[in-house]
């Protein structure tokens, strides 16, 4: 017996449900993966992360005596042709809940209706399967986090699927070559792959106690920078969520909880990205191309902004706290559509997908899942209280390095000769009327 495992974002051999049950079932496995040409257009850090995954993927597959076959192409026609060529009896990948996945999805259904080949979904992208718990009442999806964090936490989740030991691949399939790793955009970037992951687990493992305190304290660091690993399923959510409650860290897996919930929200409204969530969303936005450059550009004139959006760009990554600054000065201060906002933060973010991206963007703009979504940010305030030394802006913002303490995040009350000495603008010309919130 043969089976062809697609990998998409499960990038993964522990805890890969599609892998181990075609490593028990059948006695020749093709795990491949497609490049598909038009996805690695749209980020090009995500695609080097993408690309050193793959890498380390396959070394750890060869170690077991298979091998990642590569193909380029459309994965459902590529992955039919071997299940055709191997003789294959079925093909398993994990199911996903974006548009593009769910199409692939689609298309893969009927292909191998059309060609007899089973077609089998796995769970593995998120701890709990989208739409497997549904709101009473007939609710396509949970709406509020806080009922969903409930459920998800009393379900049965299901066991940690077997880490292969041995893998064999069918004679005579060419494994492909894996092009050279491409360069991403961002020089402070971390590095994919499974093994990475499992470093960096273990090294957060002993540092999740103090998780509570810390993870909205800007410079401190003290969040576990796993988001990209999750996003290209290097490490398993499930495996995540499971060490964490071991070390009783309810916080962080509340967290995680986060990231299922967006899931299942996609699930339901797979137009996230695009559409408002809540009805009444459609705000009537500010078309301010100049406000918007600045702020891709790290350029406003706000300390904490510019900081935040610099971070972004040099390690393809920004701290969550920063990201609510971010985006709600965006969208609640200089009035500017959360859609732009949406699309540049996926061009940079090593974990940037439709789900968490596009739902915390609503979230922030008031037109998502949010409970109060009237609820105003004032950046000044939210620096002076989760960077309360300015260490978090002058590690990002060098123009401000000079300015000691608390003022850095103020360079506009500093004293007009120290102002006129630093090569840093003046809060916007499009903002200046909001002044007041400025002046805390
Ligand atoms: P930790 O604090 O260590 O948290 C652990 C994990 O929990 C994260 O890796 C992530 O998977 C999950 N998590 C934490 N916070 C959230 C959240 N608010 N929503 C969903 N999951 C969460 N996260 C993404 O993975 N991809 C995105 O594209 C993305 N875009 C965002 C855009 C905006 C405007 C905002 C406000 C948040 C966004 N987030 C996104 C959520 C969050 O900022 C990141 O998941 C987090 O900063 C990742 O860092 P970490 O792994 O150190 O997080």
């Given at each position: 017996?043969?089976?062809?495992?697609?990998?998409?974002?499960?990038?993964?051999?522990?805890?890969?449900?599609?892998?181990?049950?075609?490593?028990?079932?059948?006695?020749?496995?093709?795990?491949?993966?497609?490049?598909?040409?038009?996805?690695?257009?749209?980020?090009?850090?995500?695609?080097?992360?993408?690309?050193?995954?793959?890498?380390?993927?396959?070394?750890?597959?060869?170690?077991?005596?298979?091998?990642?076959?590569?193909?380029?192409?459309?994965?459902?026609?590529?992955?039919?042709?071997?299940?055709?060529?191997?003789?294959?009896?079925?093909?398993?990948?994990?199911?996903?809940?974006?548009?593009?996945?769910?199409?692939?999805?689609?298309?893969?259904?009927?292909?191998?209706?059309?060609?007899?080949?089973?077609?089998?979904?796995?769970?593995?992208?998120?701890?709990?399967?989208?739409?497997?718990?549904?709101?009473?009442?007939?609710?396509?999806?949970?709406?509020?986090?806080?009922?969903?964090?409930?459920?998800?936490?009393?379900?049965?989740?299901?066991?940690?699927?077997?880490?292969?030991?041995?893998?064999?691949?069918?004679?005579?399939?060419?494994?492909?070559?894996?092009?050279?790793?491409?360069?991403?955009?961002?020089?402070?970037?971390?590095?994919?792959?499974?093994?990475?992951?499992?470093?960096?687990?273990?090294?957060?493992?002993?540092?999740?106690?103090?998780?509570?305190?810390?993870?909205?304290?800007?410079?401190?660091?003290?969040?576990?920078?796993?988001?990209?690993?999750?996003?290209?399923?290097?490490?398993?959510?499930?495996?995540?969520?499971?060490?964490a409650i071991k070390q009783e860290a309810e916080e962080y897996v509340r967290q995680l909880c986060w990231r299922d919930f967006y899931y299942q929200v996609t699930l339901a409204f797979p137009q996230l990205s695009t559409k408002p969530l809540?009805?009444?969303?459609?705000?009537?936005?500010?078309?301010?191309?100049?406000?918007?450059?600045?702020?891709?550009?790290?350029?406003?004139?706000?300390?904490?902004?510019?900081?935040?959006?610099?971070?972004?760009?040099?390690?393809?990554?920004?701290?969550?706290?920063?990201?609510?600054?971010?985006?709600?000065?965006?969208?609640?201060?200089?009035?500017?559509?959360?859609?732009?906002?949406?699309?540049?933060?996926?061009?940079?973010?090593?974990?940037?997908?439709?789900?968490?991206?596009?739902?915390?963007?609503?979230?922030?703009?008031?037109?998502?899942?949010?409970?109060?979504?009237?609820?105003?940010?004032?950046?000044?305030?939210?620096?002076?209280?989760?960077?309360?030394?300015?260490?978090?802006?002058?590690?990002?913002?060098?123009?401000?390095?000079?300015?000691?303490?608390?003022?850095?995040?103020?360079?506009?009350?500093?004293?007009?000769?120290?102002?006129?000495?630093?090569?840093?603008?003046?809060?916007?010309?499009?903002?200046?009327?909001?002044?007041?919130?400025?002046?805390?």
């Amino acid at each position: 017996k043969t089976a062809v495992v697609l990998f998409t974002r499960d990038l993964r051999i522990r805890d890969n449900p599609a892998l181990a049950a075609a490593c028990a079932n059948a006695e020749q496995v093709v795990p491949l993966f497609v490049l598909d040409p038009d996805l690695g257009k749209l980020s090009p850090n995500r695609t080097r992360f993408l690309h050193e995954s793959l890498a380390d993927l396959r070394a750890a597959l060869r170690e077991k005596g298979g091998d990642l076959v590569i193909r380029t192409g459309d994965p459902v026609a590529e992955a039919i042709e071997l299940a055709r060529t191997t003789g294959a009896e079925g093909i398993g990948m994990a199911a996903d809940v974006s548009r593009y996945a769910r199409r692939r999805e689609e298309r893969m259904r009927q292909e191998c209706e059309r060609h007899r080949i089973a077609l089998r979904l796995f769970p593995g992208v998120t701890v709990v399967n989208p739409g497997e718990l549904r709101p009473g009442g007939g609710g396509a999806s949970y709406r509020v986090f806080s009922p969903y964090h409930r459920v998800w936490r009393a379900a049965q989740w299901r066991d940690e699927a077997a880490t292969p030991t041995k893998i064999k691949l069918p004679p005579g399939v060419a494994a492909g070559r894996l092009p050279a790793i491409p360069k991403g955009e961002s020089p402070d970037a971390a590095r994919g792959g499974e093994t990475e992951a499992r470093r960096r687990l273990t090294t957060w493992l002993k540092h999740i106690g103090p998780y509570p305190e810390l993870h909205n304290d800007m410079p401190a660091d003290g969040t576990s920078r796993l988001s990209p690993y999750l996003r290209f399923g290097c490490l398993s959510p499930l495996e995540l969520a499971q060490a964490a409650i071991k070390q009783e860290a309810e916080e962080y897996v509340r967290q995680l909880c986060w990231r299922d919930f967006y899931y299942q929200v996609t699930l339901a409204f797979p137009q996230l990205s695009t559409k408002p969530l809540r009805p009444n969303g459609d705000i009537e936005w500010r078309d301010d191309k100049d406000a918007l450059q600045h702020w891709q550009d790290g350029t406003t004139g706000v300390p904490v902004v510019d900081a935040g959006m610099r971070q972004l760009r040099a390690e393809g990554w920004m701290h969550n706290r920063a990201r609510l600054i971010t985006a709600a000065f965006l969208t609640k201060h200089l009035g500017v559509d959360w859609r732009p906002g949406v699309q540049w933060f996926f061009r940079w973010l090593l974990d940037g997908d439709v789900p968490n991206n596009s739902g915390n963007w609503q979230w922030v703009a008031g037109t998502g899942n949010d409970t109060r979504p009237y609820r105003k940010f004032n950046p000044i305030r939210q620096a002076q209280r989760f960077d309360p030394e300015g260490v978090y802006v002058r590690r990002y913002v060098p123009e401000l390095k000079g300015v000691e303490g608390v003022a850095v995040h103020q360079p506009w009350r500093l004293p007009e000769k120290v102002r006129r000495d630093l090569d840093y603008p003046g809060p916007l010309e499009s903002h200046r009327d909001e002044a007041v919130w400025l002046r805390p």
